[in-house]
């Protein structure tokens, strides 16, 4: 029996996915278990795979369609099976043209001759080209003018097969040339006939010249990915709608050095994981936090404080896909050793781009780490809309004065930026103070 695939819906947030990639094609045989493709949140990337055995019926939504969750996008089944029933609304006019009503068999050819222009299809000055969804993301991937497509569809729509027809009649361009001005009216010299780059620049040369060599692209033009899209809007809603100012302070980690290393040290004996600097400071931000509720605190509509009674510390986490931060919620009811084995999964879920979304979401606070990166110093946005956002920066070298003598110490900045509309310069400061402080004695703030 014929069993749907459908777009999963992965967090509450989420209302659509783009496919990235199929992994497999229209006729493979699949096992429950094999990955079928592969799709992007507006944060994460993930892996679908088949849930039952079977052959793949039917692909309903290619490579770099938007699907809207809950939708089938496949159907895996047995050979011969009737698909239709399952095929999604939008799918509905562009059914075969098979499943019409029936004509007489000497219109036929006309019709499929009328559905493969090799020339730009006339249209009133200032009309929209009308164009599905599928027909659109095939022309893009097979690099179609969408211009040579004579619509077929209902009211003079382009299908699926219209572009199909455009493909079959040697009208195709390189990635290079798609879209240029003058393209609809070059000769192709490209492999398979392709209008390249090199054609539209060529100037008329006599009959007798040779072809002009093919000319070496400037630059590349790559579209963003989703996650990195949703990156560039926040930061730049961050920026151009709040308030942002950076206080940089520096604490002596003598004393977290040496917690470390005797935790380090003891570790197997007392069936601990390893505890990082960036678990401590974790653990520290957790607990002063609470004693400043306006870093602990969304401002919501620019007018309305949202104080939070627990603590939910964003970690900052760089992946191949773009920054993620995941919520360590209730950091503030944890213990170190479970705030450093909650943060390290959450870490290796979103480096391995199938965390929930939901996991994403619902921070008080933010903390970055650029300390393993040397960074000494740098300037931390906030993810509206919390109000602050910790910057930590590697450890260094300085010198200080010790009964007359100069002894070296290692020292750590952190770089907070919190949004002046929801507190002063004052208050910031003392939470700064206070955390360096907390940290310096750190062994001692633990008997608290």
């Known amino acids: 029996m014929a069993t749907a695939v459908i777009m999963p819906k992965v967090g509450i947030s989420v209302e659509s ?14 096992k429950a278990g094999d990955l079928l493709f592969s799709y992007e949140t507006d944060k994460a990337s993930v892996d679908e795979e088949a849930k039952v055995d079977g052959t793949l019926l039917e692909i309903f939504q290619g490579d770099g369609a ?32 098979e499943a019409a009503a029936p004509v007489a068999e000497a219109a036929a050819p006309a019709a499929a001759e009328a559905a493969a222009p090799v020339a730009p299809v006339e249209r009133a000055e200032g009309e929209m080209i009308k164009i599905s969804p599928r027909a659109k993301a095939l022309a893009a991937k097979q690099n179609v003018d969408i211009r040579f497509a004579a619509g077929t569809g209902p009211y003079g729509r382009i299908i699926e097969r219209d572009i199909k027809a455009v493909i079959d009649s040697g009208v195709t361009f390189t ?51 989703n996650v990195r899209k949703v990156i560039s809007k926040s930061m730049l809603t961050s920026l ?46 957790s607990r002063v936090l609470k004693n400043h509720k306006d870093l602990n605190a969304n401002l919501i509509g620019g007018d309305t404080m949202r104080y939070f009674n627990h603590v939910h510390i964003g970690i900052a986490v760089d992946t191949e896909r773009g ?56 300037t931390p946005v906030i993810n509206p809309p919390q109000t602050g956002i910790l910057g ?53 703030f633990l008997a608290k």
């Open 17 to 30: 996915c783009v496919i990235t990639k199929w992994h497999k094609q229209k006729g493979d045989a699949v």
């Open 66 to 97: 938007d699907v809207p969750c809950l939708t089938n996008v496949a159907v895996i089944g047995n050979p011969g099976e009737d698909v239709s029933a399952f095929a999604p609304a939008a799918e509905a006019d562009e059914a075969p043209a």
């Open 175 to 225: 990635g290079a040339a798609f879209g240029k001005d003058g393209a609809e009216n070059a000769t192709g010299t490209g492999i398979g006939g392709r209008v390249s780059l090199a054609d539209l620049m060529a100037k008329p040369a006599p009959a007798e010249a040779a072809a002009p060599a093919a000319a070496e692209a400037e630059y590349e033009d790559v579209k963003m990915s």
């Open 240 to 285: 151009t709608t709040t308030a942002q100012l950076t206080h940089n302070m520096s604490y002596d980690a003598t004393e977290i050095l040496k917690f470390r290393k005797n935790l380090k040290a003891n570790a197997e004996k007392l069936g601990m994981g390893n505890i990082t600097i960036n678990d401590i400071i974790i653990y520290a931000v």
């Open 323 to 378: 920054l993620l931060v995941p919520t360590l919620r209730n950091a503030d009811t944890l213990s170190l050793s479970e705030i450093s084995a909650q943060a390290k999964a959450l870490a290796k879920e979103a480096q391995a781009g199938n965390i929930n979304p939901d996991k994403l979401q619902g921070a008080s606070f933010t903390i970055s780490n650029l300390g393993s990166f040397g960074v000494e110093s740098f």
């Open 392 to 444: 930590v920066n590697t450890l260094t070298t300085r010198v200080r004065e010790v009964n007359g003598e100069l002894k070296a110490y290692q020292a750590m900045n952190l770089s907070l930026t919190y949004d002046h509309r929801a507190l002063d310069g004052a208050p910031a400061s003392k939470f700064l103070r206070e955390l360096c402080t907390v940290l310096e004695n750190f062994s001692i």
